[in-house]
């Protein structure tokens, strides 16, 4: 799905992004492009980012567990 209509920015490029450290919309800015010309996906991608930052941070919870049950 694009987030981002004006650049071409996927909804898993962002994801990916997050996942290699970015976590706010103006480093999305600098590595993708993204919302830098109309804005209209700037939510959007602002959700995304919260999003999968919360997923992170639940699978290293469960990581964490898993290795202190082992
Ligand atoms: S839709 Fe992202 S800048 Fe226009």
Known sequence: MFVCICKGVREKQIR???QRGATTFEEL???LD???CC???EETAK???DETLDQ???LDAMTHCQYQQA
Do not use: D, T, W
């Open 16 to 18: 990916r992004e997050v």
């Open 29 to 31: 800015q600098m590595s």
């Open 34 to 36: 993204v919302g830098i």
């Open 39 to 41: 804005g209209q996906c």
């Open 47 to 49: 959700a995304l980012i």
């Open 56 to 58: 992170e941070r639940a």
